[in-house]
């Protein structure tokens, strides 16, 4: 748990601070004295009797008891500047701006390891180093500006990037989007994001907490306790948002298997995100706008009025949530009727409801009255209201923000008239303290992430029975790399996977004797090589023995070929599953379109095991090819119920065996009585 005396500190000392306010040091006092903390405040500097009207001590030696410090010195002064803090002062929240830590060179990151011992040692919690600090509505620890005016119900915002919260707090406080506390965790050496994320999850209280989390991380240092302490946020009534940056070099990561190639680090991301029901961003703008949606009420379904006295940017927004699985549906009928004798002539209530620009504000009232009241098929409205500079907008802001009151439907704000009524913008934000979507589209984007990004899985899945004592037997005997056919029979039968009969066959004759025991027609494969087409190691439909013979003949002479596999011909629609283990993510498992196609379209969904059936069935949906698994044009569709039975068999076989590194599963032939596997890869890595 994260020391109160850090949170929520009667006593507070700048060491380092400056009469310099455009030095950290400097700025930090400032910052600190200008967020009104009632504590006791002390200053810590050799060269200066009086800071910023604070007497100022000398050395931290001269200090009485302090809960909590605020550090900007040099790093080789920090480890004697902590130890006495520590073990003398009793003091026990500790933020530390200063760099030259781990994130500099090895010395350094000694003295971070050290400092961070002493730290646990008495129990204390520290932030940084190497950040630009710490705040919340007791005080202000950073020395970076903007500082927003904080708000209990405000968001929740924890960054491993300083300078990149400096950003995105500017947009947010632009935008009318209030802060409750702000987390720049720097190094990480103590305090990470999962580790703030584990303290909200601990202390989070409906109807008190702040309910929008929003994160700003570059790397994921301990996946499953995100997953776990995200997912039970949002559980108990939470919203998160993230970004996850740094999501490009992964994919050029070379692999051996078809699962490897399309299995990337940034894939895992993507895939906890999901499972844990964050809404993953992309950039700064989309983060706000995202935490911004969250701000206002949730939207019951996907059916948005678009209220506008302009028609572009109602044309774009409808384009934009339209190809985002929203909808902006046609208004008619009686009451759309009624609704039209009130607005001047030419305004249209079809949806967008246009009501020209000459639009007023009683009319605005009565345009949004009738969403909330008359027209069922509309869950949400999106307002957009600027100004050709002709008139003031103080009279439709003020209505906007009453009915914002009153409705129990969402009503986003789009205000983009930032020039033309930026006095009547910034009352609408400041003193009526509402957020404003300053473009539509970036707003439709938004709201669609939001509508798109699904529950967190539940806590306790079901899943399937597998003989986990088999699959055991099997990997504890099993050499690293490829395993052999009878390795991958066995896995895949104590697994309760589906498989081909099949037969590895060294000779000709033993080729024949399997032919004649399975019958016609038959498929012979190159035991072997990773990649049996590229070789011409995979022959279809045989239907003689002379074929067998001379099909033998050509393939064992293959480079690499230590065997044949003889199986029958089975029928039906390629599918793929594989997984794939990623560090520190465990096992991903990933779904498709089989054969070369997966290649060509990279069809894939992804997600970490373990995964159960509603989790598969959502997997298999979202694929592109989806259609083709339900069957056109007469094919015969894939039992999606077995698809997702075996999605679920694989993700409890790698958790049964976490030393398996790669599996595909490539093909599989789907039909509407069964999935069979015909095809399997499975490389061990102890």
């Known amino acids: 748990m994260i020391s109160e005396k850090l949170l929520n500190p009667q006593s507070i000392v700048v060491v380092g601070a400056s009469n310099d306010v455009q030095k950290p040091g400097g700025k930090l006092l400032k910052n600190l004295l200008d967020s009104q903390f009632k504590g006791q405040i002390y200053v810590v500097n050799p060269k200066e009797a009086e800071i910023q009207g604070i007497k100022c001590h000398a050395k931290v030696e001269d200090l009485p008891q302090v809960d909590c410090a605020l550090m900007g010195i040099a790093s080789k002064y ?72 904080l708000n209990p119900r405000g968001v929740d915002f924890v960054t491993g990037s300083g300078a990149t919260a400096v950003f995105i707090k500017e947009i947010g406080i632009t935008n009318g989007l209030q802060f409750n506390s702000v987390w720049a965790v720097g190094n990480s050496a103590q305090i990470g994001i999962e ?57 050029s990561r070379a692999a051996s298997s078809h699962t490897g190639a399309l299995a990337t680090s940034d894939v895992a991301v993507d895939a906890l995100f999901r499972k844990a029901g964050i809404v993953r961003c992309s950039n700064r703008l989309e983060l706000v706008n995202v935490c911004s949606v969250f701000m206002h009420p949730e939207m019951k379904g996907k059916n948005v009025a678009i209220i506008t006295h302009a028609g572009g940017p109602a044309v774009m927004l409808t384009d934009t949530l339209s190809n985002n699985g929203l909808e902006v549906p046609h208004i008619s009928g009686p009451k759309a009727e009624e609704l039209l004798t009130k607005l001047f002539p030419g305004s249209s209530v079809a949806n967008p409801i246009d009501f020209l620009a000459t639009g007023t504000a009683e009319q605005l009232g009565h345009i949004i009255d009738a969403c909330e009241n008359d027209f069922d098929n ?72 939001v509508f798109n990004t699904p529950a967190p899985e539940p806590e306790n899945l079901e899943m399937p029975e597998i003989d986990v004592q088999a699959i055991r037997r099997i990997v504890d005997n099993a050499e690293n790399g490829y395993l052999g056919l009878e390795e991958i029979n066995g896995l895949l039968d ?102 070369i196609f997966i290649e060509v379209l990279k069809d894939v969904q992804a997600s970490l095991a373990p995964i159960g059936l509603a989790e598969a069935h959502s997997m298999i949906e979202r694929l592109r090819g989806y259609k083709i698994i339900k069957g056109v044009r ?23 065996a976490p030393e398996i590194a790669e599996m595909d599963l490539n093909p599989l032939l789907g039909s509407a009585n069964a999935v069979v596997a015909v095809d399997a890869r499975i490389r061990i890595e102890k």
Request: proline fraction near 5%; include cysteine; hydrophobic fraction near 40%.
């Open 378 to 449: 509309i869950d949400a409205m999106a307002v957009i209201f600027g100004s050709p500079g002709l008139f003031p907008n103080w009279e439709p802001y003020r209505v906007l923000d009453e009915k914002m009151k009153t409705c129990k439907k969402p009503i986003y704000p789009i205000l983009p008239s930032i020039i033309n009524v930026k006095d009547e913008i910034a009352d609408f934000i400041n003193n009526r303290g509402r957020i404003n979507f300053s473009e539509e589209c970036v707003f439709g984007n938004a709201l669609a992430k």
């Open 634 to 656: 007469g094919q015969e569709p894939v039992n999606e119920d077995l698809f997702a039975e075996a999605i679920t068999r694989i993700s409890a076989l790698v958790k049964a």
């Open 78 to 149: 920090c480890l004697h500047t902590v130890d006495v803090l520590a073990n003398e002062k009793g003091c026990r929240g500790f933020v530390i701006i200063s760099a030259g830590f781990s994130e500099e060179n090895h010395e350094g990151a000694e003295i971070e390891h050290k400092i961070v011992e002493i730290i646990d040692n008495v129990g204390g919690s520290l932030i940084g180093p190497n950040c630009t600090g710490f705040l919340n509505v007791n005080y202000t620890g950073a020395f970076d500006a903007p500082i927003p005016q």
């Open 195 to 251: 580790e703030v994320l584990e303290y909200w999850d601990e202390t989070y209280v409906d109807g008190q907490s702040a309910f929008v989390k929003m994160i700003y991380m570059e790397s994921v240092r301990n996946p499953q306790k995100l997953l776990k302490h995200a997912s039970s946020l949002i559980r108990k009534g939470c919203k998160i948002a993230a970004i996850k940056s740094g999501s490009s070099s992964a994919g």
């Open 494 to 595: 104590a697994a309760g996977v589906a498989r081909k009969r099949n037969a590895e066959v060294r000779t000709k004759e033993e080729a024949v004797a399997v032919a004649k025991e399975m019958g016609f027609p038959l498929v012979m494969k190159v035991c072997g090589p990773v990649h049996k087409s590229d070789v011409g190691g995979v022959v279809l439909n045989i239907k003689d023995i002379e074929t067998v013979e001379r099909e033998f003949e050509r393939l064992i002479v293959i480079p690499e070929t230590y065997a044949v596999e003889v199986c029958p011909m089975y029928k039906g629609t390629e599918i793929f599953i594989g997984a794939s283990r990623e560090a520190k993510f465990g096992h991903q498992v990933l779904c498709g379109l089989g054969g």
